[in-house]
């Protein structure tokens, strides 16, 4: 890369916000960060640039398309030493450029509302696509991605490959079918999972990935990406969060010389790859293994952190099921398969007490955190709480209908309210017996995490929240 195509490819200075919005399909959003080695260490990283990059400068710059297809743009450009810094320390560094994309390409509104009966994507998840919290390494999930690819570069052998803008938009096909999710498992259910169209999703998790990419011929690797579920509103759950796959095929040889099969040998390496995981963010930290089902894995386990006084669940694995291995072109080999939630290890791990805060642009947040920061083991970096803003609550009680499922109370509330609710809790149910008919009673936590509410505001959303119930979804409150 020269100096005229960085300066080019940078040219446009912008506002994070502008440039999300001006991405085009096949443009990249660059930080270009210059770092300044000297005998090998860092002494420097100066962010230089924030710049839309478009296809053209690619082909310029000579990147091989594969690794703009994956988002893996990081060029280094040894550059001149600047004589200036020279002049002042006395001995000549040299300096790199890296150019890191921070922005996958933006999802088109086009893909997304499809115009199908069958779509049940909002306008509130919308507006999460194309954020790639991850790809920002200043960013706690950016810290966690980069922290365990880095503990994935250390163990013995070939390197983990890594995958972190994959298209969240996948088929059913690859979601579920591919990874033996049943037919008539719940997660295929509207009321569950975003639907573009019958037969195409916002995927539920990464492992909508793990086929495609066995049959490209990888045989360990890392993929990351926004996930997006229809859930309930709680502290823990985000109806859009992130999660890294990890998958990792062994050959015969390789269990046959340990003198187990396959299945054990894997099951073993796969529970000591993720300690050591989970050594390497936390150092020493209380947790324990839970046996857990996944249609994709046998044996399944889940592994459970201890958090602010309760275990709580920060990933799923286990041995991949040989029938997904063998129609991806592993037969006769064995592999292990995890997928975690980087929002929940970051929770602990920083001691960040609610999932919303992610998602804020508030500099009293995201000026908290910073990559360098971050010591594997030691943790670093502890998320200092700003003033908490008064709650408020309000209750709405309905008699259920047929139709009443929680889920989509609570993404109704959402698209009406956005990230000013907390939760949202059943505090009552009861059934009258005399009119055989099933009372529920809702409490919504309405709480910004940026400012004071009004009363008048709140009041006009639940307002709206109240109307919808009795509307669209054909509740008789009371
Ligand atoms: C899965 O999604 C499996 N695909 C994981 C897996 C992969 C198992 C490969 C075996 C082999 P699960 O639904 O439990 O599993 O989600 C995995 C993790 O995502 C959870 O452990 C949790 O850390 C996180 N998670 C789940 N739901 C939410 C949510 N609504 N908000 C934030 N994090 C969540
Ligand atoms: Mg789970």
């Given at each position: 890369m020269n100096d005229a195509g960085l300066a080019e490819s940078a040219?446009?200075?912008?506002k994070w916000h502008d440039a999300m919005n001006a991405l085009q399909p096949g443009n990249r959003l660059l930080r270009v960060v210059e770092e300044e080695v000297y005998e090998g260490r860092c002494l420097a990283k100066i962010p230089v640039a924030l710049g839309i990059r478009e296809p053209a400068y690619n082909r310029r710059l000579n990147v091989p398309a594969s690794a703009l297809e994956r988002g893996e743009l990081s060029i280094r450009r040894q550059a001149a030493p600047t004589p200036k810094w020279r002049n002042a320390r006395g001995f000549e560094p040299s300096t790199k450029t890296l150019a890191t994309a921070v922005g996958a390409p933006a999802v088109t509104r086009e893909e997304v509302f499809s115009?199908?009966?069958?779509n049940n994507v909002s306008e509130n998840i919308f507006s999460k696509m194309g954020r790639n919290l991850h790809h920002q390494e200043d960013h706690p999930l950016g810290i966690i991605k980069n922290v365990i690819w880095e503990y994935f570069d250390t163990l013995d052998g070939k390197a983990f490959e890594k995958f972190d803008d994959l298209k969240p938009i996948v088929s059913t096909e690859m979601n579920f079918d591919q990874v033996l999710?049943?037919?008539?498992?719940?997660?295929?259910s509207p009321n569950d999972t975003y639907y573009v169209?019958?037969?195409?999703?916002?995927?539920?998790?990464?492992?909508?990935?793990q086929t495609e990419t066995l049959q490209q011929g990888h045989d360990r690797f890392l993929v990351i990406g926004d996930v997006y579920r229809r859930d309930t509103i709680d502290?823990?759950?985000?109806p859009v969060f992130h999660q890294m796959e990890g998958v990792r095929v062994f050959e015969p040889a390789e269990w046959e010389a340990a003198g187990v099969d396959g299945t054990e040998f894997a099951a073993k390496e796969l529970k000591e790859t993720l300690e050591g995981m989970t050594r390497h963010l936390f150092g020493n930290v209380e947790m324990r293994w839970v046996d857990a089902y996944f249609p994709f894995t046998e044996p399944s386990f889940e592994l459970e952190i201890f958090f602010k006084g309760e275990w709580l669940e920060v990933l799923g694995c286990g041995v991949m099921q040989q029938q997904i291995l063998d129609g991806a072109g592993g037969e006769g080999k064995k592999a292990w398969a995890f997928g975690l939630g980087l929002e929940r290890l970051a929770m602990v791990l920083f001691e960040i007490p609610d999932i919303r805060l992610f998602w804020t642009e508030d500099e009293r947040f995201t000026?908290?955190?910073?990559?360098?920061?971050f010591t594997p083991g030691g943790a670093g970096i502890k998320f200092q709480s700003f003033s908490k803003f008064p709650p408020c609550l309000k209750d709405v009680s309905f008699w259920v209908n047929d139709e009443f499922t929680e889920n989509n109370l609570c993404e109704q509330v959402r698209n009406i309210a956005g990230d000013l609710v907390e939760n949202v809790v059943l505090i009552d149910d009861f059934t009258n017996k005399k009119i055989n008919k099933r009372s529920n009673c809702y409490r919504i936590t309405y709480r910004s995490m940026e400012r004071s509410l009004t009363n008048e505001e709140i009041d006009a959303l639940q307002e709206k929240v109240r109307e919808t119930m009795a509307g669209e979804m054909g509740l008789e409150l009371r």
């Open positions: 040219a446009e200075d912008l115009g199908d009966p069958y999710v049943p037919k008539d498992h719940v997660s295929r169209d019958e037969e195409t999703v916002l995927r539920c998790h990464t492992s909508a990935h502290a823990t759950h985000y000026k908290q955190f910073k990559a360098g920061d």
